[in-house]
């Protein structure tokens, strides 16, 4: 059984704050992470990929990953209240059956408050 | 390229009633994928497509579940004989080989 675990929510930071989001996976052989935002009521929407080790920037996102510990994280900086959404941490195995299939933490959800 | 379509948005049927989704994916996109969310959960993958070629249903899909994609182009999803227990967000996606997915709008689906 594929997992993948994150922080448990809600997390609350103020406006310009730096807000971080992780996400643990229980199959070493992961090979694509990913970040999705989800509104309330929409659908997910890919924001971060990352797929080796070490960070990524993207603008205010930054994506880390960890192969050996299992863990990747998103740094959203510089926290805005459109920033307030579910965030979803998901993974793929690159290889038989499950090639491609992405596998789903439950979600963070974040308020950013004024 | 708008991105990944899917229709209809909403569907509220009754009970024992057969429904069916549709998604287009994105047009250079060979991959498609079906998940369902349910309230406080990530989305759960439910069966995949490459091209026309059904490669992996999942377990906890009942045989009430059936999905097609004709010519490798749009797919359909249809579940016979609703039950409460399928209200759910039906969400499709689709990617280019094994490169980041992309999700349509979801079918929020609401059995009474």
């Known amino acids: 059984q594929k997992e993948v675990e994150q922080n448990s929510g809600p997390l609350s930071v103020p406006e310009g704050a730096i807000a971080s989001l992780n996400c643990t996976y229980s199959d070493r052989g992961s090979q694509s992470f990913f970040w999705y935002r989800q509104y309330s009521g929409k659908s997910p929407e890919l924001i971060m990929s990352?797929?080796?080790?070490g960070d990524k920037e993207d603008g205010r996102f930054t994506a880390q990953l960890n192969k050996a510990s299992q863990y990747v994280s998103l740094l959203i900086r510089d926290s805005q209240p459109s920033d307030s959404a579910t965030y979803l941490c998901?993974?793929?195995?690159?290889?038989?059956?499950?090639?491609?299939?992405?596998?789903f933490g439950r979600g963070t959800q974040l308020t950013v408050w004024p | 390229d708008t991105g990944v379509s899917q229709n209809p948005r909403h569907k509220i049927t009754k009970r024992g009633q057969n429904v069916t989704f549709r998604c287009d994916p994105i047009s250079e996109h060979n991959r498609l994928y079906w998940y369902r969310q349910t309230l406080g959960q990530g989305p759960e993958f439910l069966t995949y497509f490459q091209n026309e070629a059904q490669l992996e249903k999942s377990r906890l899909l009942s045989d009430r579940f059936s999905a097609e994609r004709p010519k490798g182009s749009f797919s359909t999803l249809e579940i016979q004989r609703t039950e409460q227990g399928d209200s759910a967000m039906y969400l499709c996606?689709?990617?280019?080989?094994?490169?980041?997915?992309?999700f349509g709008q979801g079918t929020r689906l609401t059995v009474v």
């Open positions: 990352i797929y080796s080790n």
């Open positions: 998901a993974v793929t195995t690159d290889r038989g059956s499950t090639l491609g299939r992405l596998y």
């Open positions: 996606a689709s990617s280019f080989r094994v490169a980041e997915a992309f």
